[in-house]
């Protein structure tokens, strides 16, 4: 009995963590002063917003960083992990609109944000091929 119970526990606690995404996504940028020379091992500020519906709609959430560049300076972040300045990252519904990036610096490390650019979200090939599972049959489930 305490092995069927400790494997019957087993199995809820690892469906649990199969089933969890992780609320966030990788972002990339290499950073440049004005001459476009690289701005390299320096701690930048950075703000990142997310703008519903269009490249000036509105900020459904924002949040800063302070990451600190590498020797070629590119900084690595994981967009919904950051200092929350407004909003929340985990009720922004993602299919109800087209959603875009708004990145600000600052290359002093401050929060003197210059805007850098605005881009819009798409998909990524996880995203593409969870949209074909529309529904598992119970006999696909046993074909498993």
Known sequence: MKKIYT?????IITGSLMAQTPQ??????????????????QAVG?????????TSGTAV????F???????????????TGTVVSGDFTTIDWSSDTYFVKVEMDMTGGTTYEEYGT???????????A??????????ISDL
Do not use: C, W
Request: no cysteine; charged share 15%; glycine share 6%.
């Open 7 to 11: 494997l019957f526990l087993a199995l």
């Open 24 to 41: 966030s996504f990788k972002y990339q940028a290499v950073a440049r002063d004005a001459s476009g020379e690289v701005i390299a091992d």
């Open 46 to 54: 950075m703000q990142i917003s997310i703008l519903q519906g269009s």
């Open 61 to 64: 959430y924002v949040e800063t």
């Open 66 to 80: 302070t990451p600190t560049t590498n020797e070629f300076g590119l900084i690595n972040l994981n967009i919904g």
């Open 119 to 129: 881009s819009q979200l798409l998909s990524v090939p996880y995203a593409l091929h």
């Open 131 to 140: 949209k074909t599972v529309k529904s598992i049959t119970e006999s696909q």
